[in-house]
């Protein structure tokens, strides 16, 4: 079956423009994580979404960052006025299970990879 | 902020020899988990270790997890070209209500020569 989809998979931008990052979760899986990949890095947490509601997004760094998931399926990650420190790898994760059942591995897509020049 | 911190920051050894990875966390946690990430790709789950469980077998794989010195090691046994990707400890913990954070360490660089 399909993994998490993500697109673009590398996307440019000048400083000061927004940029909409897109996932495609697997169907069906309830909860969708956003994280950051500095380059050499772990992932940073960002935000998480169950279904559509958007349950915790205490790791977005700014107000320039916001998330939806409106019909609890595909997701977006929207930046707006970029900067610089903003580049980075984008990754979406889901899993089948709530955040009730800590007990899941998670699903990874291969990322977005935004450059802010 | 991150809440592992593995060990070694990088290793490189030849085909057929043992890796071992340490990860070092703050808090307590529900679980740990191992991913792998080959360059340029996203994050593949390696295996899960509940924080009642002392050690875990999946294949060439080992987990061990001490809670009382908070760590965890990852050793793969054997190891082939293939295995060259840098790997990831996760920790969870109980971040309230009903959602769960997974916060991920800096990672170990892994490099196997043929």
């Known amino acids: 079956g399909a993994g998490v989809s993500q697109s673009p998979r590398y996307k440019v931008a000048k400083r000061g423009q927004d940029v909409a990052l897109r996932c495609d979760p697997i169907s069906g899986h309830v909860s969708l994580f956003w994280y950051q990949q500095a380059l050499g890095q772990g992932p940073e947490f960002l935000t998480y979404f169950q279904n559509e509601a958007q349950l915790d997004k205490s790791g977005l760094p700014s107000d320039r960052f916001f998330a939806e998931r409106p019909e609890g399926s595909v997701s977006t990650l929207k930046i707006q006025r970029t900067q610089q420190e903003d580049s980075a790898v984008y990754l979406c994760a889901s899993s089948p299970y709530s955040g009730a059942a800590r007990n899941s591995p998670l699903h990874f897509g291969n990322g977005t990879r935004l450059t802010v020049t | 902020s991150q809440q592992g911190e593995e060990d070694p920051q990088a290793l490189s050894i030849q085909e057929g020899e043992n890796a071992t990875m340490n990860c070092s966390y703050k808090?307590?946690?529900?679980?740990l988990q191992w991913y792998r990430q080959n360059s340029g790709r996203g994050l593949v789950h390696l295996i899960l270790i509940r924080s009642n469980e002392r050690e875990k077998h999946s294949g060439r794989l080992r987990v061990t997890l001490d809670t009382s010195k908070k760590s965890s090691s990852l050793l793969i046994t054997a190891s082939r070209a293939a295995d060259t990707a840098s790997y990831f400890c996760?920790?969870?913990?109980?971040?309230?209500?009903?959602?769960?954070?997974?916060?991920f360490g800096k990672g170990t660089l892994l490099t196997v020569n043929p």
């Open positions: 996760a920790t969870v913990r109980n971040s309230g209500g009903s959602n769960y954070k997974l916060t």
């Open positions: 808090t307590s946690i529900n679980n």
